[in-house]
């Protein structure tokens, strides 16, 4: 670093978003959802663009908080856009309702996927659940990128279902190289500093 500015400095990637890359807040981005978040980007059209969050653990089961799906683990914050819709994201290569964004990772389910989930038919599956998604409309998002709150980088299994999701931010920043890790020195609520 050669000054103060350049600590402040968010370089950019390089990378455009797109389905399957990772949105990776900055440490300076002290929003409510948003702090340390990890967005999948799961849908890009001319007008909006849509992710899920994929590293803020709910205290709540699946079946606690949508009692028609009758799994038992934990379910994820996706995001305050439509907090009470359910989204999967998952491994299975075979429902024709799922979209693939990354090798072995597709959004989207149907009901017999959430069965053979249910009944545990699917051996190594793997999947997180989430309640709501983030959005933005039409330029907002490469808005919020020039304004230093997020950088893009690439998806990768690993990063979506590998990683403990309390170490996705750390894990996603260390992915980044040097030139982005100060960020892993600084506290997590910046602005109570």
Request: charge should be negative.
């Amino acid at each position: 670093m050669k000054n103060y500015n350049d600590l402040l400095k968010v370089p950019p990637t390089g990378l455009l978003p797109k389905e399957g890359r990772l949105l990776i807040s900055s440490p300076y981005y002290n929003d409510t959802f948003f702090n340390r978040s990890v967005v999948l980007l799961t849908d890009i059209t001319a007008d909006a663009t849509a992710g899920l969050i994929i590293n803020k653990q709910l205290p709540y089961t699946v079946r606690e908080m949508v009692g028609e799906i009758r799994v038992d683990e934990q379910i994820y914050f996706g995001g305050p856009v439509m907090p009470e819709g359910v989204f999967l994201i998952h491994s299975f290569n075979n429902c024709k309702e799922s979209s693939r964004l990354l090798d072995n990772v597709y959004v989207g389910y149907n009901p017999v996927l959430l069965s053979l989930i249910e009944h545990n038919a699917i051996p190594n599956l793997r999947r997180k659940f989430l309640l709501g998604y983030a959005g933005w409309a039409k330029g907002q998002l490469e808005s919020e990128i020039l304004n230093d709150m997020w950088v893009v980088a690439e998806g990768s299994y690993s990063t979506v279902f590998n990683t403990p999701a309390n170490l996705v931010w750390e894990t996603a920043v260390a992915n980044l190289g040097d030139k982005y890790s100060h960020w892993l020195r600084m506290p997590e609520k910046i602005g109570y500093n």
